[in-house]
């Protein structure tokens, strides 16, 4: 691609954003949420596509770091409007899933290449953790100010 | 409290968790919300244990148990936000059982968007998918037209109470068949993998799988294990549709694209 790094994450994050309020309109999530659902699930899809592009991290070490701040969003997106972290996780976390993963281990499997096809499964398999692991280290932080309340 | 407020609120609670549940809210959440409108509503020696698909209460020593079977789950966390709060205005006293009755009965027939906004939003994010994986106008077009085709087909399926199993299989066939024959037919420099995972992040069990973690974390292992067992299956039903329709396509024209 020809334009610069920050058009590309600008339009990656735009994009993003859109995919992520879709997603979670059809989860219904009320419109006044649109923009912190958008914003959490586009700075969690730009901090793993620099990861991927610029430091060429293995995606699922960059969506290990890049569940961090997502996850980080959510609780302070829940914590600002006083609602529950469900609503900006489910639709957040969304660019995250390995659907392609789950696409090539099968495509592979069918070509009858079991390398390929045992490295994407692995890898989707991987990705699933690191997005497990990310959730479960910020959501287990305990806050200052909220003791018991779990959100 | 007189025996018929009693039971209105022991209603009132079991209702709550029953909606908390459906909409998709997480099994510790629907425990305490129930009991804390249990404590505001005053009903004494509330027990309650909260599965994935079921609630089991008891209340007043046990001489009152409630059960309750949640086998459908459709995801509104519209829904969830609502009865959240109900819960919080009872514990802060500002509503009493009577607005609280009219406040969940609201909550139930919360449905904003409908089937036709569903559809057009699940296009328009498989759209911004493609792009997102790397792909140019013709991929996200044919991802947008694939999206929009497996969300036709899971309304319709949910229609006709037609199993999750079968629907994620049958769409997800549907999303790579448009994508193939598209690249077939009409555009040969499409590159079917991202139009196809595109359309294909619609089925994905994104939302099983954050649900599990997050049952998981509140210690919640078989709630959470439940969930991520139905992940795991969707994901399979997924890769087993996006391969039939592959084996059909090679056989049909005989290489691989």
Redesign the interface.
Known sequence: MSQPLWVQMLLQFLAAMVATIGFGLTFEVPSRHFVACGITGALGWVVYSLCVTLWGLSAPMATLVATLPLTAAARFYSIRHKAPITLFLLSGIFPLVPGAGIYYTAYYLLQGNRVQCTNKGVETLKIALALALGIALVCSLPLPGQPHRKN | MTEHEFHRAMHLVMEAGTLLLES???V??AQ?TMEIMAHSLGIGDFHVYVLTNGIFASAMRGSVSEVRHIPRIS???????MV?AISRRLATGELDLAGAECALAEARH????GPR??LL??S??SA??A???GGGPLEVAVAFVAGSAE?LTCQWFARHHISRIFTDIVAAAIGTALAIMARWYLWPKLDV?TA??GA??VL????A???G??D???ADYLSGAIRMLG?VLV?GC???G??IT??IA?DFMGV?I
């Open positions: 998709g809210g997480e510790f959440r305490d995801i509104d966390l519209g829904r969830v936000e959240n919360h449905r904003v968007y906004r569903h939003a699940a328009i994010g911004c998918f792009y997102l994986f969300t993998g196809s995972i294909l992040m994905t069990p994104g939302v799988l954050t649900m973690i997050r998981i974390i509140n992940a994901a997924l890769a087993a996006v391969g592959w084996m090679h691989w």
